[in-house]
């Protein structure tokens, strides 16, 4: 798996957008990019994932850089129960599919 | 709603001793992994099973054992106990086959190890 690298924390205000940032820069051709998240004492929940395209779904968007070096996860409209540690996962056939989890991101959203 | 669920929640052990933690998997999901997290770090793979068959490990030790179940429910069995072996246990699962892309995994709550 290609290592990336987050931010260890940040601060987002209730309502507004949460942009979260990774770095991926050994990304390889057919590793997708996964973004996951773990509330306090619960399991990690997927959010999202992409190739090379941009993708939006119910819950986030994500924009890959067109040299896949970086991605963004957006949370358009951030909740306070959108607190929770973000990770960011490349991942492979070469892998057997399992998530090689980092530090992660602990995002907390303010009122 | 989570479509895996784990047992028990919370466990506590003595040191050297053997413990079974079980997982329930969605119907249909027959890849099945295991993670160990410890406090402030994130899961850290601990293998994968497809089709009742081991098919990836991560670096633990063989104390570390599995097995997976026609029914889509599947175990995780550690032997002699150590102190460090204290984490939260993740099990995961997911509908699509080994080498496949694209799919996310559904993960358990996790069960509370504490070996003392």
């Known amino acids: 798996d290609a290592k990336t690298t987050q931010p260890t924390s940040m601060d987002c205000a209730e309502g507004r957008a949460a942009n979260l940032p990774c770095n991926h820069s050994t990304i390889s051709g057919n590793e997708y990019v996964y973004w996951y998240r773990q509330i306090h004492s619960q399991g990690p929940q997927y959010i999202i994932h992409?190739?090379?395209n941009n993708e939006t779904n119910e819950m986030a968007s994500l924009i890959i850089t067109e040299d896949r070096k970086s991605s963004t996860l957006i949370l358009p409209h951030a909740t306070l129960r959108d607190t929770a540690v973000y990770y960011c996962i490349a991942m492979g056939r070469a892998a057997g599919n399992k998530l090689t989890f980092g530090g992660g991101t602990r995002v907390l959203v303010k009122p | 709603e989570t479509g895996v669920t784990q047992s028990p929640t919370h466990l506590i052990k003595t040191r050297g001793q053997q413990v079974t933690l079980r997982c329930s998997s969605q119907s249909g999901h027959n890849t099945v992994s295991w993670y160990q997290q410890a406090l402030g770090q994130g899961p850290q793979f601990i293998f994968q099973?497809?089709?009742?068959?081991?098919?990836g490990r991560g670096n633990f030790p063989p104390r570390f054992s599995g097995l997976q179940f026609p029914n889509y429910s599947s175990e995780l069995n550690v032997n002699a106990l150590e102190l460090d072996d204290s984490a939260l246990y993740l099990c995961a699962s997911s509908g699509v086959g080994q080498g496949a892309l694209g799919y996310g995994y559904t993960f358990g709550s996790g069960t509370r190890l504490t070996v003392v």
């Open positions: 992409g190739l090379k």
């Open positions: 099973y497809y089709r009742e068959e081991e098919n």
